[in-house]
């Protein structure tokens, strides 16, 4: 199992995302999931990363980066 796997969401609509997202949350391979959202062209994804998975089952706990574009989502 690796310790970080990184999910590029930019650019993606929040369905999009969601599914991608949902697909590493299914079977996790990693400790943490970084999600980069970006920062630059609206705060949308960061948000919808951090309220809908700060209770899913699969997760442990959300982190916030120093970055703003980057959210770590903790699995269990």
Same mark, same amino acid.
């Given at each position: 199992?690796? *310790?970080?796997?990184?999910? !590029?969401?930019?650019? *993606? &609509?929040?369905?999009? $995302?969601? %599914?991608? @997202? !949902? $697909? $590493?949350? %299914?079977?996790? +391979? $990693?400790? &943490?999931?970084? @999600? @980069?959202?970006? *920062?630059?062209?609206?705060?949308?994804?960061?948000?919808?990363? #951090? %309220?809908?998975? #700060? =209770?899913?089952?699969?997760?442990? #706990?959300?982190?916030? =980066?120093?970055?703003?574009? @980057?959210? +770590?989502?903790? &699995?269990?």
């Amino acid at each position: 199992m690796k *310790y970080i796997k990184e999910i !590029d969401i930019h650019g *993606y &609509t929040q369905q999009e $995302a969601r %599914k991608m @997202i !949902d $697909a $590493a949350l %299914k079977k996790p +391979d $990693a400790l &943490t999931l970084r @999600i @980069i959202h970006g *920062y630059n062209q609206g705060q949308t994804l960061g948000q919808m990363v #951090r %309220k809908r998975y #700060r =209770s899913h089952p699969h997760v442990q #706990r959300i982190e916030l =980066s120093m970055n703003p574009g @980057i959210t +770590d989502i903790i &699995t269990k």
